[in-house]
């Protein structure tokens, strides 16, 4: 046994950089211990065990966790059945939020800190396995005196981190011996173990996550590929990396040359990046051929056996790589796969001249959607919009089909181009196509069948070759059945339908939100947590145009680029969920109660003058109570 003071010494000659004989993680991690987290090796501190509220918020936040990892938990601890191991999970901060051992010894696992509720952080505990894991995001054992503080000296642990499937350390899973033989190696089974488990789950995490993607997994034999596989990466519609295991992580980073401990590098970019394969030939990598004809190789010219699991989900991903995508159409939305789909079908659109139809609710972006169809579509000619609308009923017809001098009474002398002839080798936008009076329907049915548009008051027809795109908020085809909307035209305008997702239900809501900071706030633009959450609790019937006037509004009233509750309309706060939110307006409304409303001593307490105080009343709506 190596008593306290030889413990302490040992720990001595490493800072002074004398070699000792401890693995390269073990002293690197006694010197954190000594100059950053300024740990004093001659003191001794008990295993801290966080208070039962604690522990609730940690079990809580780790709830999808400890869900997933359980069966990997309970399979590990089969194995290790009758050997006296202990099992814990941690979270991102080293409290352990699960916990599988042997209730024989719960009194002494308890005092020695394999317990539910043990921080086993570096900082707090000294160079331990799950702390050590943390802060090198690597596998590794702190076998008995590798522990710096002596208290955890008769403790062999071994740990293994979990990564969320965006390359964050997001758990480590640990197990422990309360006593164990002398030799460290004794515990290499152990490592292999945690390690393989730790696989196990990150792996199940990213199948239940990416139902709705590709799902490509690796092995280095072609026996293991489809029973156990060493590594996996899910890939979205548009053929980008969407998530992956850490070992996926770690040969998509081999493969390039990349640091895997920047998984933002990697999240996002297409696969072709790192392997000889396009997202059109997923389909070649799936069970249908035999193993060993699915060989695919990294960028850096390593062979693995692949296996491609295709999407789970009704909106199949499509197959469009990105770079097929306009980047009018790109700027649509964010990461999501319903959002992918519809820029994929746009995009495959947007290339033809068919005639497209947008359906959703108003303020959805159809108008936008539109416009970036134009834009990709390489057509020369303008973009012309016209909302039917909004034209009283007697113009449309002038204004769509133009008219000849001297047309009608009031008519200009020299008669005037119809939008149709303006969109001439463009594309021609009719909004709320739903509200066009049956006679015009049928003379822009004309127009869409034959490729000629006749002026009012005039006998020869023009040629014209324009693209038509239609959006309505109303259902066409209800329209249609009863009887307000003619079949034919709507079956001419609407080659194939795109509908855009109400705000209330996109997934990519805080994309969206953040391209109208961006535009209101000059980049500068930012939310208080209280106003953020007021945002995602209110159910936009105006959607997109709502919000848009909502940022526009609150970037005017917000001071020093913040935009708190007060500066929100008066319909959001209602579902506001303001406790713990805004801590300026606790603070401001404690001091108020406290000086009796007097207004000089709060700012005189406050530090603010007194404008600035009468201001912030106003605008977190404070009020005297009246007793
Ligand atoms: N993808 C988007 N990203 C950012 N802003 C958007 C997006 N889509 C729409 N907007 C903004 O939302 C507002 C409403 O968009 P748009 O006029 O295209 O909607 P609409 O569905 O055509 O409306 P309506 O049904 O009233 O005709 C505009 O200010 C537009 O700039």
Redesign the pocket.
């Known amino acids: 046994m190596v008593s306290h003071s030889e413990h302490i010494r040992e720990i001595e000659r490493v800072s002074r950089g004398l070699p000792v004989r401890r693995d390269e993680t073990v002293v690197k991690s006694w010197l954190r211990c000594l100059e950053h987290h300024r740990l004093d090796p001659a003191q001794s501190c008990e295993a801290y065990i966080v208070p039962e509220t604690r522990l609730r918020e940690h079990r809580q936040q780790s709830e999808d966790l400890i869900a997933i990892a359980r069966s990997g938990l309970e399979n590990l601890f089969r194995q290790v059945a009758g050997q006296n191991y202990v099992l814990l999970l941690s979270d991102r901060e080293g409290v352990t939020v699960e916990f599988l051992g042997d209730p024989l010894f719960g009194n002494s696992l308890r005092k020695a800190g394999l317990y539910l509720g043990s921080e086993w952080s570096e900082w707090r505990a000294g160079t331990c396995a799950v702390g050590a894991c943390l802060e090198t995001g690597e596998a590794l054992t702190i076998h008995q005196t590798d522990h710096f503080d002596n208290t955890h000296t008769p403790l062999s642990c071994t740990a293994a981190p979990i990564y969320d499937i965006q390359g964050e350390l997001s758990a480590v899973l640990d197990i422990s011996l309360l006593s164990s033989p002398i030799l460290k190696a004794s515990q290499n089974l152990a490592l292999h173990l945690v390690s393989a488990t730790v696989r196990r789950i990150e792996l199940a995490n990213l199948m239940a996550q990416a139902r709705n993607q590709w799902v490509l997994r690796f092995s280095r034999s072609p026996e293991f590929l489809d029973v156990d596989p060493e590594a996996a990466i899910s890939i979205d519609g548009l053929g980008r990396i969407a998530g992956m295991t850490h070992a996926g992580a770690k040969i998509l980073a081999r493969s390039t040359g990349l640091d895997w401990r920047d998984p933002q590098q990697l999240i996002g970019e297409p696969v072709s990046r790192f392997f000889d394969i396009e997202v059109d030939n997923l389909s070649d990598l799936t069970r249908r051929r035999p193993t060993r004809e699915r060989l695919v190789f990294a960028r850096d010219g390593n062979a693995l056996f692949a296996h491609a699991i295709e999407p789970h989900s009704k909106v199949r991903a499509p197959l469009v790589s990105r770079e097929q995508i306009p980047p009018a159409l790109r700027?649509?939305?964010g990461d999501a796969p319903v959002i992918a789909a519809l820029q994929a079908k746009a995009a495959k659109l947007a290339r033809t001249r068919l005639p497209i139809l947008i359906q959703?609710?108003?303020?959805?972006?159809?108008?936008?959607?539109a416009r970036a169809i134009h834009e990709g579509s390489g057509l020369e000619g303008p973009f012309v919009a016209i909302?039917c609308a909004a034209i009283p009923e007697q113009l449309i017809e002038s204004e769509l089909f133009g008219y000849l001098p001297g047309a009608f009474t009031g008519a200009s002398a020299k008669g005037r181009k119809g939008l149709i002839e303006q969109a001439d080798g463009g594309t021609l936008f009719l909004?709320?196509i739903g509200d066009m009076p049956l006679a015009l329907q049928s003379r822009l049915l004309r127009v869409l069948a034959e490729g000629e548009v006749l002026p009012v008051g005039g006998t020869a027809p023009r040629k014209v070759r324009i693209r038509i795109v239609s959006?309505s908020?109303r259902p066409l085809q209800t329209l249609v059945s009863q009887g307000a909307f003619r079949e034919d035209l709507y079956y001419r305008l609407n080659a194939a339908t795109l509908t855009?997702p109400a705000l209330r239900d996109r997934p990519d809501f805080d994309w969206?939100l953040e391209?109208?900071l961006k535009?209101h706030g000059d980049g500068e633009l930012i939310l208080s947590p209280a106003a953020l959450s007021a945002l995602k609790a209110h159910d936009w019937p105006g959607?997109?145009?709502e919000l848009?006037n909502v940022i526009g509004v609150a970037a005017a009233l917000a001071e020093n680029g913040v935009v708190e509750l007060g500066d929100l309309p008066d319909q959001l706060l209602a579902n506001a969920d303001t406790v713990g939110g805004n801590e300026a307006s606790a603070t401001l409304s404690l001091t108020l109660t406290a000086c009796n409303w007097n207004i000089s001593e709060a700012a005189r307490r406050l530090g603010l003058d007194r404008s600035t105080v009468h201001r912030q009343i106003k605008r977190y709506r404070l009020k005297p109570h009246r007793h």
């Open positions: 700027r649509l939305g959703g609710e108003t303020g959805t972006g159809k108008e936008h959607l909302n909004d709320e959006a908020h855009l969206v391209q109208l535009r959607n997109i145009r848009d």
